[in-house]
């Protein structure tokens, strides 16, 4: 499909493609920082049968890249469904490149144990769709992603 996505706001979205208010839909994001590669992961339920989707946000240290942090929000949005015996979910991302891997089933070297518990799980739900959307749609997702990022940047390194 070929659209201007920078200029939907989540309600254009639900109106534009259809989001299926009866599926379970989880805005995921991932912040990330290059220099201590510590992130903050998020996910955002929204739409019916949510109530065990409570969604989530957490921060994790010696993280790859900012793309292995996105994979980790996708990973936990569809860990977090299938626990709950979800029977479907929609994952919206604003990572077009993560999106295309998942859609596509491709692979990456360096992800490819994080696509392959995605894969397993979602599999595993009678339906589970991955969605680009833009970074304008992802809001929610986005400001918890960094305050879990900022949380993880704020405290000392546990261990020693």
């Excluded at 590669?37 to 989707?53: D, M, P, S, W, Y």
């Excluded at 604003?94 to 596509?104: A, E, F, H, N, V």
């Excluded at 518990?117 to 739900?125: C, G, T, V, Y």
Aim: glycine share 6%; with cysteine; aromatic share 6%.
């Amino acid at each position: 499909m070929n659209f201007r996505k920078e200029r939907f706001s989540q309600k254009s979205f639900r109106r534009e493609r259809g989001w299926p208010r009866e599926r379970p839909v989880c805005f995921v994001d991932a912040a990330w920082d290059a220099t201590t590669r510590n992130c903050g992961i998020a996910g955002v339920f929204k739409g019916r049968e949510t109530a065990q989707l409570t969604g989530f946000k957490e921060p994790r240290r010696a993280v790859d890249s900012a793309l292995t942090a996105e994979a980790l929000a996708v990973r936990k949005a569809v860990m977090e469904a299938y626990t709950a015996n979800a029977e479907s979910l929609v994952v919206l991302s604003d990572s077009q490149l993560l999106i295309g891997l998942l859609q596509t089933k491709s692979s990456r070297k360096e992800l490819n144990n994080i696509l392959t518990d995605i894969h397993h799980f979602s599999s595993r739900l009678s339906a589970c769709s991955f969605i680009h959307i833009s970074r304008l749609c992802n809001v929610g997702a986005d400001l918890e992603a960094k305050s879990a990022l900022l949380s993880v940047n704020s405290s000392p390194p546990s261990g020693g």
